[in-house]
C-alpha cells in the first residue's frame, strides 16, 4: 500500500458546526503532516507529528485541533471555523525525503 | 527574496514538444530537491526527488540540479496532453528532526494536442 488516503474528500460546514478529518496510511511512515492549500498556492504547512508526537506547530489557530492515535492515522478536528478556512487540506506521510500526499478534502465553510 | 523563486506561467506547449521547468533558490542548505504534480483539485504527486547536483532520469522526466548556481529543472520530453498539470518544485532541508518543505508557487503547464 503506497497510498495516503483522506476523508471526506468533500466537507461543507458551518461556522458553528464541529467536523472532523481523518488520514490513514500504511507504509509504516513515522512522519505525518497536514498542510493547507489556497486557490493557486502551494501547500502551507499547519502541523507535523513525528513518532506519534506533535513536534511543530505553525502557530495555526486553536479552531483546526489535531490528533494523532496511532502511527497509521491523523485526524484534525474543526471547530468554529470562518470562510477564509476554506482550502484544500492535505495530508501527507514520509519516511526520509519525498513527501507522499493524499488527494485532500475540499472544506467550504459557510 | 523569496527563498524558492518559480515562475507561475501559465505555459502553454503542443503535444510533443519539450517542456523545461524551472526553479531557483536562495538557501544553501537545502538538501533534497522534488517535483511533485498536481492536477486539478488533487493532491500533489511525488514526480522525482534527488539529492545531488546532476541529472537524474525517469521515463520521460528529467530532473536537473545544479548547486553552484542554485537551479533546479525539470525536462519532460514528447509531452502529453495528460501532463497539463501544474508542477510543484520543492526542497528540503533538516530541522528539529524532520524535512522542512518549501514550495516553489508552482508552474501551471498546459499541453496541447
Known amino acids: 500500500d503506497t497510498e495516503v488516503t483522506q476523508t471526506p474528500k468533500h466537507l461543507v460546514m458551518g461556522m458553528t458546526n464541529k467536523k472532523s478529518l481523518k488520514c490513514e496510511q500504511h507504509m509504516g511512515h513515522r512522519a505525518m503532516y497536514w498542510y493547507k492549500q489556497k486557490a493557486k498556492k502551494p501547500p502551507e504547512l499547519m502541523f507535523v507529528y513525528s513518532y506519534e508526537k506533535l513536534s511543530i506547530n505553525e502557530s495555526v489557530p486553536s479552531r483546526f485541533s489535531p490528533e494523532c492515535p496511532n502511527s497509521s492515522l491523523l485526524n484534525l478536528h474543526l471547530h468554529a471555523l470562518q470562510p477564509e478556512d476554506s482550502a484544500l487540506y492535505l495530508c501527507?506521510?514520509?519516511?526520509?525525503?519525498?513527501?507522499?500526499f493524499g488527494s485532500g478534502t475540499r472544506l467550504t465553510v459557510v | 527574496q523569496k527563498e524558492v523563486e518559480q515562475d507561475p506561467g501559465p505555459l502553454s506547449v503542443p503535444e510533443g514538444a519539450i517542456v523545461s521547468l524551472n526553479c531557483t533558490y536562495s538557501n544553501s542548505a537545502f538538501q533534497y530537491f522534488m517535483w511533485y504534480r498536481q492536477y486539478s483539485r488533487k493532491g500533489p504527486e511525488l514526480l522525482m526527488y534527488?539529492?545531488?547536483?546532476g541529472n537524474k532520469e525517469d521515463g520521460r522526466f528529467t530532473a536537473q540540479v545544479d548547486k553552484s548556481s542554485k537551479y533546479i529543472s525539470l525536462f519532460i520530453r514528447d509531452s502529453q496532453p495528460s501532463d497539463s498539470a501544474t508542477y510543484l518544485c520543492?526542497?528540503?532541508?533538516?530541522?528539529?528532526?524532520?524535512?522542512?518543505?518549501?514550495f516553489g508557487i508552482g508552474t501551471k503547464l498546459q499541453v496541447i494536442p
Open positions: 534527488t539529492y545531488s547536483s
Open positions: 520543492a526542497m528540503t532541508l533538516n530541522s528539529g528532526g524532520y524535512q522542512k518543505v518549501t
Open positions: 501527507a506521510s514520509t519516511q526520509g525525503a519525498g513527501y507522499t
